[in-house]
Each structure stands twice: as C-alpha cells, then as structure tokens.
C-alpha cells in the first residue's frame, strides 16, 4: 500500500454540523495531524502538518517516518517512534500512528507529530543543572569534612586556628551558593517583581557600598559616574542592586590589584543603562556566548579561589528580562570587559514622576 495525499481535503457540505467544526478543530491543532482512510487516502490534516507533508531537506526524514507509520496503521499496527533532525534548528519530534478502528474494522489511521525539542532542551538544563549543583556543593562540604576531622586528630594550637579560619570561609562559600540559588529561584518564579520608583543614585550608591569591602581586599579603585539626582527607575530595588552588585564583584574577581572598576550610568530615549567597566584579563570570544549561563565559568581555578558560585552572571541576566531589559557583554583579552544592564523606559523611565514626588516632599519639609 502506498500512502495517497489529497490535492484538497475541503470540508464536504453534507456532513453535519458537528462534524464541521471537528474537522476545522483539527485543523486548528498546534500538534501536526495526518487522517487517512482505509485505502491511505489522506482525509484530513491539520495545518501544521503541511510543513512534513510538502517537506523539503531535513524535513523529509520526518515525511518518509510519517508516510511509513501511516501505512502499518493501516494494517492495523499501532506504534510510536522519536526522531532527532539535526537541522540547522536542532528539533526533536515525537510521531505516534494509530488505526482508526470501528466495531473490529480498520476505517483509516491517523499519525500525530509533536514537537518535543523545548521539552527535551528542559530536561537536559535540569539534568546539567543538578549536575552542576552537586558538584559545587560537594566540593565545600568535602573540605569542609576533612578541616573537622584534622582538628578533632588534635595538634598545634596555631595550625588548629587556621583550619578553623579554613571551615569558616568553605561554610561562607556553602552559604553564598545557597543564597545565589535562593536568588534565582525567586527571581525565575516572580511573574512580574514589585516596582517602585527608585532614584538611580542610590541603586548605584548600595552595589557600590556593597563591593567596597572586596575592592579594597583586592586593592581595586571603584569609580562611578556622576548620576543627576532626579533620575529615578522604576524597579525591584533590592534585584537591581543585586544584579549591579553582582557585575561589580565579577569585574573585581577578574581585574589586577592596582586596577579600576568604574560604574558609568546613562539614558537614551528609551533606555537607562548602568554599565560596568574593568581593565581585567577580558574574555575570550568563544565564551562569550555561554557566560550567562549559570554555573559557566571562562576561568574555574580563578572563580573558585576568589569565591565565585558560577550563578552571579545568570541572576543578573534574569533580573533584567524580569524588567523587560537586557544584559550585554563587549570584551576584548588582555584589555577588559564592559558589561551594560539596560532597563526600557517602560520599566525604568520616570524623570518627571520622581522629580514631582520629590518636588512634593521638598514642599512638605519646606
């Protein structure tokens, strides 16, 4: 038997009603669905099923895989079969064939095919993502049993000091890649974070303040520029500060001592940026497209000496979507990166608002 396909599957204008409007429900269907009769003559499809239909490329691997299934569920053979196409788009199809059967008689067959490729790509993140969470958590929670167990073995009194210094910066370490997945967490679930409106001094001010205590650890200089005081963002406070806070320290854990972290804030017509700058080791251009990626690291050995969870980039990248905004990276190696946080207007633009508000309170003080 060889699967015939109609030129034309019109709706007959003697069937009923109800029948009608199942054969355009069908159609409707996001899934791909082909309908033969007895004989393999196409009876229907939906309208996602002409791309496999009128395949072409990579695609016909899909329309030989469904012209076959349809032909044994005809026969009356039932069967389900996952294909991967390697395109370009990588794509992952799910196609399942049944036959149509009526009071012990094959009427025709119908074949489903779903697109799996988002569900797989699910399923590999979460596996990478447990993955990558134990690993970092077992390697803070090892030492942190091998430290206890040097001391309860007894010994000098100052090497016994500096392993309990040791348990308390691994314990700090545990604790902050707890807090970063807390963060995330939180971040991915809010639909729409709380907004209000925040001047960007003090956005600015606080991830600075926040950092200082590492810059001058590391000997770093942190500049920002001046910023008018009636600029203002509507925003998640605490998020944003975060997300600037964590691009500072990230800038730091990559820059000599002696260098220069600076913090440039800017607007357009639609946008407010805040723009981290440093004079570091940069990053090399094939990494670039991963770094937001939570748990990459460009430099592990780097990252894990000077503290860094491998989720700091990821929190900043989901606080500015949570906005409707965007991260973006510019570097070159050898020379240094310049991360740009940019909020729209319609998240962050509210000069005239803030500068009323504050013309208000300056009134109520007066």
Known sequence: MTLRRAEHTEIPSQVDGGLQRLVAAIRLLPDAVVVVDDAGV????????????????????????????????????????ELQLYGPPREVLSITAHPLVEAGQILGAMVVIRDMTDARRTDEVRRDFVANVSHELKTPVGALGLLADTISAGGDEAVTLQLAERIAREAERLAKIIDDLLDLSIIESQEMPERDLVPLTLIVDQSVERSR???????????????????????????????????????????????????????????????????????PSRDLERIFERFYRVDRARSRATGGTGLGLSIVRHVAQAHGGEVAVESTEGIGSKFRFRIPIEAAGAMRMFEAESTKLGGLNG
């Open 42 to 81: 196409e009876v229907m499809r939906s309208v996602t099923a002409d791309r496999f239909l009128e395949a072409r490329h990579t695609d016909a691997i899909a329309a030989a895989a469904l012209e076959e299934m349809l032909i044994d569920a005809c026969r009356g053979e039932s069967s389900t079969r």
């Open 213 to 283: 205590p590492g810059a001058e650890a590391l000997g770093i200089e942190l500049v920002s520029s001046p910023i008018a005081a009636t600029l203002a963002a509507r925003c998640d406070r605490r998020q944003v500060v975060m997300a600037i806070t964590n691009l500072i320290d990230n800038a730091m854990k990559y820059s000599e001592r002696g260098s220069r972290v600076e913090i440039i804030t800017s607007t357009t017509s639609n946008l407010v940026e805040i723009a981290v700058c440093d004079e570091g080791i940069g990053i």
